[in-house]
């Protein structure tokens, strides 16, 4: 079966760094687009990046602080977040759109003092 499976989540300071890493199993990920979502409790899950045909895409919230990149090898797409701001509080979910979506787990960053 296809799997996405994350990690890299935690607690950081205000301005601090991270990287999320996104291993993809039972399926090439660059052959489909791959996102990066995320949702802060109550509110709607939003789209914070996107990669697909080495075309990037970014949220105008996340614009020039993060970084989606996948690494074809390892079959892993990973999400670098700098200048981290406690509103990127949030459940962070990797997502792959193949003939149906798939989903990671989700991997929960905080981002406080």
């Known amino acids: 079966q296809v799997q996405l499976v994350e990690s890299g989540g935690g607690l950081v300071q205000p301005g601090g760094s991270l990287r999320l890493s996104c291993a993809a199993s039972?399926?090439?990920?660059?052959?489909?687009?791959m996102s990066w979502y995320r949702q802060a409790p109550g509110k709607e899950r939003e789209l914070v990046a996107m990669l697909g045909d080495g075309i990037t895409n970014y949220a105008d919230s996340v614009k020039g602080r993060f970084t989606i990149s996948g690494d074809n090898a390892k079959n892993t797409v990973y999400l670098q977040m700098n200048s981290l701001k406690p509103e990127d509080t949030a459940v962070y979910y990797c997502?792959?759109?193949?003939?149906?979506?798939?989903w990671g787990q989700g991997t929960q960053v905080t981002v406080s003092s």
């Open positions: 997502n792959a759109k193949l003939w149906r979506p798939v």
């Open positions: 039972g399926f090439t990920f660059r052959s489909y687009v």
